[in-house]
């Protein structure tokens, strides 16, 4: 229903849900001065998310308009608002400790990332790597995905990344590893 994600119903009954859902991807970064926390594309980030949620999105079932036309199409008078952001928090490859944004879960899932020229120090030895395309970016890798990529060189994975942010495994059991341009997260054209 126009910005709503879901609306679900309890069977027969008046009440509902309002389910904002969401898959995104964060990087956590430090710019010298605190911990931000941008997507790949980094004019998305994770306190913008939130407080969209927040100002706008949960809020949409509690205008009174909103509620008239929930009433009238489908009987449901009674709303709980959820909201679901499934996704990923990426991690600088050199940081130890780095806080957690607000709001988000401590047992999310986790990966890293590092800068393109960072790679020889991290993976030098390393030949190949499997690119994960962006519409598998919120699966759970198994072997026989990972398998079905295909392997690419490290230089062809460092050609993409020195222009946009490139999500790649070296191991089906390790979690993935964001490959960003080495101006991230000033300039990307993701």
């Not at 980030?45 to 949960?58: A, E, I, P, S, Y």
């Not at 398998?147 to 020195?162: E, F």
């Amino acid at each position: 229903l126009g910005e709503l994600d879901f609306l679900l119903r309890e069977g027969g009954s008046t009440r509902g849900i309002h389910l904002e859902l969401a898959v995104k991807f964060y990087l956590a970064h430090f710019d010298g001065q605190s911990w931000q926390f941008p997507g790949p594309d980094p004019r998305d980030n994770w306190q913008r998310k939130l407080d969209r949620l927040r100002t706008h999105q949960l809020r949409l079932t509690r205008d009174s308009p909103v509620r008239e036309q929930l009433i009238e199409r489908f009987p449901i008078e009674e709303i709980a608002v959820r909201q679901l952001i499934y996704g990923r928090l990426f991690l600088p490859m050199a940081s130890e400790v780095v806080p957690l944004p607000e709001g988000m879960s401590a047992s999310g899932l986790r990966g890293h990332w590092i800068y393109s020229s960072e790679w020889e120090r991290w993976f030098g030895i390393q030949k190949t790597v499997r690119i994960i395309p962006k519409a598998l970016w919120p699966v759970v890798m198994t072997e026989t995905i990972f398998d079905q990529l295909g392997a690419v060189s490290t230089g062809a994975l460092l050609h993409q990344a020195a222009s946009r942010c490139v999500l790649c495994m070296i191991d089906p059991t390790e979690p993935p590893i964001f490959v960003v341009p080495d101006a991230w997260p000033q300039t990307s054209s993701e």
